[in-house]
């Protein structure tokens, strides 16, 4: 299961369209709330390692009044997120010994699955609701609707809904030498040493597999001959769908394009399985939370296209 996967809420998406239904969500004196703060979620150390801590809605109004959103269900108790505002961490003051606020990554990095995919979901939302405030066809302010999974432009009615952009992200694979060998590329800013698979935005008019193979031959100019789907991520900054593929290519001659490449790399599933576990002397492995790991991983383990 990749990082910020395995959501484990009922979304209710077919009763959260009810105002009514959603009052008494609200009501119930089981709801619960998460906080974020920042793209942040608050985090509780506990016993069995860290988790999300989790406050009574009615609770987590008193602190932030008005900025909230419905999640979901679980276990037919009603889950909300709240959102603070401002640059002062809220545990210097109401929310003072429940906790910290992480970033997102760190967070998900030290999380259970499903509190990171909750956690995620939430911020993904936030953002989404931050970046559109007015209403794309006419200008005006819009409105939350629908516990916060749309917003509605009260001048001209025009309805919004959260946007999720697709990405690609592959792992070329070359089987016309001694033996198969898959392509890591680097970009400039990241740390010392890492390197990951490609990646690339699909544009309007593409399939994934054209999208593959546009910025694999954009970015390394190799031609892809093949492709195989492995698994997808949500990835909440801000929200991304990461579509995982291997991509089988005609020629183990990369060429790094210096934009979005500075640098590639050829292995072998030895010095892959190296990479992994942190034994290679130069190249430092995609991060856990990252489905470009679990790309590497399967291609180790016999994963082909």
Request: net charge negative; hydrophobic share 45%; proline share 9%.
């Amino acid at each position: 299961m990749n990082t910020f996967a395995g959501n484990p809420l009922d979304r209710a998406g077919d009763r959260r369209n009810d105002p009514e239904w959603l009052a008494e969500q609200a009501a119930n004196p089981e709801a619960l709330a998460m906080v974020v703060w920042q793209g942040k979620p608050l985090v509780e150390d506990h016993a069995d390692g860290p988790r999300l801590q989790w406050l009574g809605l009615k609770h987590a109004r008193a602190v932030v009044p008005d900025r909230e959103l419905f999640l979901g269900l679980w276990k037919d108790a009603p889950v909300f997120a709240v959102e603070v505002e401002g640059p002062v961490d809220p545990t210097s003051g109401p929310l003072q010994g429940l906790g910290a606020f992480p970033e997102m990554r760190e967070a998900a990095a030290m999380l259970p699955g499903p509190d990171a995919a909750m956690a995620g979901t939430a911020k993904s939302l936030f953002d989404w609701r931050a970046r559109h405030g007015f209403c794309a066809a006419c200008g005006q302010g819009s409105e939350d609707a629908f516990g916060g999974w749309k917003r509605i432009c009260p001048a001209c009615g025009t309805e919004h809904f959260p946007r999720v952009d697709p990405v690609t992200i592959m792992l070329p694979v070359y089987h016309g030498g001694p033996e198969p060998i898959c392509l890591l590329g680097r970009q400039a800013a990241w740390p010392e040493g890492r390197m990951s698979a490609l990646a690339g935005f699909l544009e309007p008019g593409e399939t994934i597999e054209e999208a593959c193979a546009r910025e694999i031959e954009e970015e390394a100019g190799l031609t892809v001959t093949a492709v195989r789907y492995h698994s997808s991520q949500p990835w909440p900054f801000p929200s991304q769908l990461m579509i995982g593929l291997i991509a089988e290519v005609d020629s183990d001659d990369a060429r790094p394009d210096q934009t979005e490449l500075e640098a590639v790399a050829w292995l072998t599933r030895g010095e892959a399985a190296d990479v992994l576990a942190g034994r290679h002397p130069a190249i430092k492995a995609p991060p856990r939370i990252a489905i470009a790991r679990t790309l590497l991983q399967a291609w180790v383990d016999g994963f082909e296209v």
